[in-house]
């Protein structure tokens, strides 16, 4: 689900004038969580020997997961705070 109407997100622009979608923080916390949800049923579905070349074993896996986990975190952190500063009018007008 992409918040494409939201008025606080930042439409930015390249050299080459292609214009780039700045995600909001809730964004990017569903990603991260899907994200979570594939390592996951990486870890469930795939074989000893898949896991082993793309992640240096099960606990190389549980790291990059634990990384996302801490990125989530991280993010519903700021999506938070984000939201409190507009709840209390410290936002950009829409």
Known sequence: MRETDNKSAID??????????EPT???LVTLSKANIRQLLTIGIADSDEHIEKHFGGEMGLIEVIQGYIKLTDSLYKLFETEMSMFSKGGGKDE
Do not use: G, N
């Open 25 to 27: 923080y809730r964004e």
């Open 12 to 21: 930015f622009t390249t050299k080459e004038t292609i214009p780039l979608y």
